[in-house]
């Protein structure tokens, strides 16, 4: 991918991205806080509109109630249809008509026969027939309502319907039906000072799903699909978004007080969103202004940037052809695009003149392997005269000299054949063995050798002729004819992960003085008795290999013996096998 392409995808990640994330999140985060700010206003609007509902309602609750209990009332319904007097009329219409909302009413029979009716409608059908009857007679004497929109009587102008049986005042068995039809101006001043948004509106439904009711007055007498109808049982409260006449709107519900109804709130989505714009418009210019600074950061630093980095890569490409060449200075912007293309072409020039250094040790590497060719006369003269000798020897039975011989070839080839560097374990120990083994014959029973390697460890590298020395010392200092016998262990063991080597002797160990130096803190071990150039070289050579973390540790006793503990690290075997094999 070309780095004015990761550019804008880094611009997009990380300015595009987040602004829109920041706009979309404001935006709904402004959203649910104006939503619930309309919620919550529409909740308070709704309980004090209940409030009054109840209110108003109560106040005819409270002129039936007062009424239905009198004798006049009670003697008129138990008469039947005796004609009654006129003065019993006044009385009733009196006790009923006291409220300036009621219309008219009517008393009926037990048969459902009109005993009594004040500015009653002439087409009114009996009570078995209305809708409201059956909710009525369940009531058991407690008032039932039917809004405007459940009914509409009277020559078709809507009214407000209030109904309730009649039961004998000592009996409590029903006498008859109190039927009073209310002026819906009544609910016109309930929900009049009805609080609600602009362009919003204010409903009662009963339980049907009916429009019994509807501030602006649109609607009424109308089944709406409303979700939240009282039968499903929705909590004080509660909203939802959901379609109202084909337009979108936010809906708050209430349960009233009056069983069976419920008060909504209807707020249209589009006012909502309009109150959004300025949040939605801030969104999009921050959006094109971040744009806008895109493109001008992209032609001011960008596009020169690409341009230098692209005469860069040409120019690699140019340098693994061999081809120096500077590349070209554009105008000067002094940053660091200036010093990219001055140290490029520094690089390239101290490239040439290396390569042109590297090509020259390369033909005098090869000058140097023909004389290394010719060298190779005098080692294999060494290995052909002690063939010879070996060979004589075992032609007149010396078998101690043979063997000699043999150790001493094999010790030769190890020292001096061969370029790889490190070797197996098991090697290193074969070539102290053959030391060994001629030390033998020159010191006869002067001393005795053990070697002691676990199998597992025999296949690590490790540096070619790193123990010889080691043991020449210990064989310096143990072969001592006026001590006795001398003894000389040789032993490698793995620890946490290391290698280590140590060799012994029971020699008349260190002086106190070279212990003393090494206590100090010196780089390198102190020297033994009568010189250490080779153990110094031991310790230097693992120090230079492998770091501070390796070397010798040497442990004397005066009298006592000595004991050379080597540590290295346990390197992968497949190193040991690659040397053997250059070896």
């Known amino acids: 991918m070309k780095l004015r392409r990761k550019y804008w995808i880094a611009i997009a990640l990380l300015i595009f991205l987040p602004v829109a994330w920041m706009g979309a999140v404001s935006y709904y985060t402004f959203s649910s806080a104006i939503t619930e700010k309309s919620v919550s206003f529409y909740r308070v609007s709704l309980l004090e509109t209940d409030r009054k509902l109840g209110y108003a309602l109560g106040e005819i609750t409270a002129v039936t109630n007062a009424a239905i209990t009198q004798p006049v009332v009670q003697q008129a319904l138990k008469q039947g249809a005796r004609p009654m007097s006129y003065d019993r009329r006044q009385e009733i ?55 405007p929109g459940e009914n509409g009587v009277a020559a078709g102008t809507d009214v407000l319907i209030h109904a309730r049986l009649i039961k004998d005042f000592d009996s409590l068995a029903n006498i008859g039906v109190l039927v009073m039809h209310v002026k819906p101006d009544l609910l016109d001043q309930v929900f009049w000072d009805s609080a609600t948004l602009q362009q919003g509106d204010i409903l009662l439904v009963n339980a049907s799903g009916d429009v019994v009711f509807a501030k602006s007055g649109h609607h009424v007498g109308e089944r709406l699909a409303l979700p939240a109808a009282p039968a499903n049982g929705r909590a004080a409260g509660s909203y939802e978004t959901a379609d ?26 589009a006012l909502l969103r309009a109150e959004l714009e ?40 140019r340098v693994q052809r061999r081809v120096f060449e500077p590349l070209p200075v554009p105008r000067r912007a002094e940053d660091e695009t200036d010093l990219l293309i001055e140290g490029f072409n520094r690089m390239g020039a101290q490239i040439g003149g290396l390569l042109e250094r590297v090509e020259a040790e390369q033909r005098l590497k090869k000058e140097a392997e023909l004389q290394a060719l010719l060298a190779q006369i005098n080692p294999h003269f060494i290995y052909n005269s002690l063939e010879a000798i070996n060979s004589m020897a075992v032609l007149q039975g010396n078998r101690d000299i043979s063997r000699m011989v043999v150790s001493l070839g094999k010790l030769l080839r190890i020292s001096i054949s061969g370029k790889a560097e490190l070797i197996p374990l098991e090697a290193e120990f074969e070539h102290v063995r053959h030391y060994l083994h001629i030390q033998k014959y020159r010191f006869e029973d002067s001393f005795d050798w053990e070697l002691a390697l676990p199998a597992e460890l025999g296949g690590y590298p490790v540096p070619k002729l790193i123990v010889q020395p080691l043991v020449e010392n210990a064989l310096h200092h143990a072969v001592d004819p006026a001590r006795g016998k001398g003894a000389v262990r040789v032993e490698a063991f793995a620890d946490s992960g290391r290698i280590c080597i140590e060799v012994r002797d029971n020699g008349p160990g260190f002086d106190p003085d070279a212990l003393a130096r090494l206590a100090a803190g010196e780089s390198a071990p102190p020297a033994p008795r009568g010189g250490g150039v080779g153990l110094r070289n031991v ?31 346990q390197l992968p075997v497949a190193a040991a096998r690659e040397g053997g094999d250059e070896a």
């Not at 230097?540 to 004991?563: F, K, P, V």
């Open 93 to 147: 219409n009196h006790l009923l008509v006291q409220h300036p909302m009621v219309r008219g009413f009517g008393l009926y029979g037990q048969d459902g026969t009109l005993l009594y009716g004040y500015n009653m409608p002439a087409a009114a059908d009996a009570p078995e027939r209305a809708s409201w009857y059956a909710a009525m007679e369940a009531a058991g004497g407690r008032p039932v309502w039917s809004g």
């Open 244 to 269: 109202y006449y084909g337009e979108s709107s936010l809906m708050t519900y209430l349960p009233s007080q009056q069983p069976g109804w419920m008060l909504a709130a209807i707020t249209p989505s």
């Open 278 to 317: 300025p949040i939605r418009n801030t969104a999009a210019a921050l959006l094109l202004f971040a744009l806008l600074s895109a493109v001008l950061f992209d032609r001011l630093f960008i596009a020169r940037l690409v341009g230098v980095i692209s005469s860069a890569v040409s120019g690699m490409k």
């Open 539 to 569: 310790h230097e050579r693992l120090r230079i290999r492998y770091g501070g973390g390796s070397g010798l540790m040497i442990c004397s006793e005066t009298g006592g013996g000595s004991r050379i503990r080597m540590t290295l690290p």
